[in-house]
């Protein structure tokens, strides 16, 4: 959130939790209305399930959400579906994406 600061854009953080109690740690939107969801598991492994309340945003905003990841304790990049990644939260520092 530091590191919006350094930035012209104007970025929102929000939180997704429903009823169902689906979650998303964090939604961070653009001006333009761009989204991307990300989701912490402090996990050495991801399950399509650690997905869930990526899912449900992405089926409420469509295409607008651009990008879902869901970072935990791993060492490789992995895609869950169209626009959904796990990725180690050491990509923060940089990354190589596995197949």
């Keep these: 959130m530091k ?12 939180h997704y939790r429903d009823k169902d109690r689906d ?7 653009d001006e333009g209305g761009a989204l991307v969801g990300i989701d912490v598991k402090p996990a050495a492994t991801v399950y399509a399930v650690d997905f869930k309340g990526l899912r449900k ?17 791993g060492t490789k990049t992995v895609a869950f579906g169209d626009r959904l990644f796990a990725a180690p939260i050491s ?3 940089g990354c190589e994406r596995s197949s």
């Design 3 to 14: 590191q919006m600061t350094w930035s012209d854009e104007i970025y929102a953080v929000n």
């Design 23 to 29: 979650e998303v740690d964090f939604l961070v939107e």
């Design 57 to 73: 945003v992405q089926s409420i905003c469509g295409d607008s959400l651009k990008l879902g990841v869901v970072l935990y304790d």
């Design 91 to 93: 990509c923060l520092w």
